[in-house]
């Protein structure tokens, strides 16, 4: 069993930045593939950004360039450090965990087991 909870949300104008925090709890983190998602009012929860247990990342095409995910196996966090934003990424911003290999990135929602309770991110134009 792994518990996630996200930290780290807020408002801010676009152009600016903001650091998401996802601490997990047990013991097994370094085992497990992190992904960040979003969901934005009336859209379906879509791919941020994700790493693998291995360190290997995939990010969605609409964040490349600007979103950088990271994590720190000593502290069991995994970090979203999300710079330029815009009005668009806008969203509730999910953390979600998933026991996987070394290299494989999980990329689609059913690929996670746990989730948390999400963090809202607004971006003012």
């Known amino acids: 069993q792994v518990q996630v909870v996200e930290s780290g949300g807020g408002l801010v104008q676009a152009g600016g930045s903001l650091r998401l925090s996802c601490a997990a709890s047990g013991r097994t983190f370094s085992s497990y593939a992190m992904g960040w998602f979003r969901q934005a009012p009336g859209k379906q929860r879509e791919l941020v950004a994700a790493i693998s247990s291995g360190g290997f990342t995939n990010n969605a095409d609409s964040v490349k360039g600007r979103f950088t995910i990271s994590r720190d196996n000593a502290k069991n966090t995994v970090y979203l450090q999300m710079n330029r934003l815009k009005p668009e990424d806008t969203a509730v911003y999910y953390c979600?965990?998933?026991?996987?290999?070394?290299?494989?990135?999980?990329?689609?929602?059913?690929?996670?087991?746990?989730w948390g309770q999400g963090t809202q991110v607004t971006v003012s134009s």
């Open positions: 979600a965990a998933a026991y996987s290999g070394t290299y494989y990135v999980p990329s689609n929602n059913y690929e996670y087991d746990y």
